[in-house]
């Protein structure tokens, strides 16, 4: 029996993998990541303790939360927000962020990624942010390290928190670090020194 017996009885040559099946399978893929993926995304809260004494003094409160998504629901976000009693010199975001991998696992910039939220964040309160740098660390109560970054800022319009303020200086500062539902991600705005340091440590009594 020749080879063209063989064809005709049903035997046929192995498919090649080439570069249009393997791009359509990548596709496939990503859209089934699309579509499935934000199943698997369970988002977590963060929050400051009871017990930390700016909340138990009243020299801060919880002014709610909110929740949103990015990437078509691939990143899911917490956001609790607290505010200094007197409504205009504090302010602190703490992010909860959830994804299908955690972005510490991902092959990206870190850093990067919390440079960006903060500059999202500034730019909603109206802020322009110089001389970014390194904090150093910042120890969590629940047993975390946190990488602490600092920025200053200047109010330059309306319509943000510190609107008040419009043409003054302020700090920012902000912590970030890893626990088993995700990254906790902490953002602070403060006027004065002392409310960025009540902030401070209000982060280090973040629970997740």
Same mark, same amino acid.
């Given at each position: 029996? !020749?080879?063209? !017996?063989?064809?005709?009885?049903?035997?046929?040559?192995?498919?090649?993998?080439?570069?249009?099946?393997?791009?359509?399978?990548?596709?496939?893929?990503?859209?089934?990541?699309?579509?499935?993926?934000?199943?698997?995304?369970?988002?977590?809260?963060?929050?400051?303790?009871?017990?930390?004494?700016?909340?138990?003094?009243?020299?801060?409160? !919880?002014?709610?939360?909110?929740?949103?998504?990015?990437?078509?629901?691939?990143?899911?976000?917490?956001?609790?927000?607290?505010?200094?009693?007197?409504?205009?010199?504090?302010?602190?975001? =703490?992010?909860?962020?959830?994804?299908?991998?955690?972005?510490?696992?991902?092959?990206?910039?870190?850093?990067?990624?919390? =440079?960006?939220?903060?500059?999202?964040?500034?730019?909603?309160?109206?802020?322009?942010?110089?001389?970014?740098?390194?904090?150093?660390?910042?120890?969590?109560?629940?047993?975390?390290?946190?990488?602490?970054?600092?920025?200053?800022?200047?109010?330059?319009?309306?319509?943000?928190?510190?609107?008040?303020?419009?043409?003054?200086?302020?700090? =920012?500062?902000?912590?970030?670090?890893?626990?088993?539902?995700?990254? =906790?991600?902490?953002?602070?705005?403060?006027?004065?020194?002392?409310?960025?340091?009540?902030?401070?440590?209000?982060?280090?009594?973040?629970?997740?």
């Amino acid at each position: 029996m !020749d080879e063209s !017996d063989l064809r005709v009885g049903g035997w046929k040559k192995p498919r090649r993998v080439t570069l249009p099946r393997l791009l359509g399978l990548l596709l496939v893929l990503a859209l089934a990541l699309l579509l499935v993926g934000p199943q698997f995304v369970t988002p977590f809260a963060a929050q400051v303790s009871e017990n930390s004494a700016e909340i138990n003094l009243h020299f801060w409160n !919880d002014a709610g939360s909110s929740e949103s998504q990015e990437y078509n629901g691939l990143l899911k976000l917490h956001t609790q927000q607290y505010e200094s009693v007197d409504g205009q010199t504090g302010l602190l975001y =703490v992010i909860a962020l959830s994804a299908m991998v955690s972005p510490a696992n991902l092959p990206l910039d870190l850093e990067q990624l919390i =440079v960006n939220r903060v500059e999202t964040e500034a730019e909603l309160q109206r802020l322009d942010l110089s001389s970014g740098r390194r904090g150093g660390t910042l120890s969590i109560a629940q047993g975390h390290q946190a990488e602490l970054l600092e920025w200053d800022a200047t109010v330059t319009g309306t319509g943000g928190f510190f609107s008040w303020h419009k043409g003054g200086s302020l700090q =920012v500062r902000a912590a970030y670090w890893e626990v088993e539902q995700g990254l =906790v991600i902490c953002v602070a705005f403060g006027t004065e020194a002392i409310r960025i340091d009540e902030a401070e440590r209000m982060m280090q009594a973040v629970e997740a």
